[in-house]
């Protein structure tokens, strides 16, 4: 089964940048559409982002010309790379593989905050 350990959350100012990581298990990680989600408490978990396996990705209109996902199929990887961050963009972020069943990773926090 793969398993997700993301990396790279933590506190930013406002208009700041942070990139997260998700590292993948599996030997056919190059077929998983694979995507970043967020969810802040007492709300549902929301795309943020997503990644097919032939590079096509796919945005919340929300994230959308500020972030952008990327993936490597020869690390197992894939990033997100947030720019011009703003307070409601703090959340739990979740790696996520669309695989059957899906899988998630633990959750890295982002916190944007001056």
């Known amino acids: 089964q793969v398993q997700l350990v993301e990396s790279g959350g933590g506190l930013v100012q406002p208009g700041g940048s942070l990139r997260l990581s998700c590292a993948a298990s599996?030997?056919?990680?190059?077929?998983?559409?694979m995507g970043w989600f967020r969810q802040v408490p007492g709300k549902s978990r929301e795309m943020v982002a997503i990644?097919?396996?032939?590079?096509?990705?796919n945005y919340a209109g929300a994230v959308k010309g500020r972030f952008t996902i990327s993936r490597d199929n020869a690390k197992n990887t894939v990033d997100l790379q947030m720019n011009s961050l703003k307070a409601e963009d703090t959340a739990v972020y979740y790696c996520?593989?669309?695989?059957?069943?899906?899988?998630w990773g633990q959750g890295t926090l982002v916190t944007v905050s001056s």
């Open positions: 599996g030997s056919i990680f190059r077929s998983y559409v």
């Open positions: 990644i097919l396996s032939g590079g096509n990705t």
């Open positions: 996520y593989a669309a695989t059957a069943p899906p899988v």
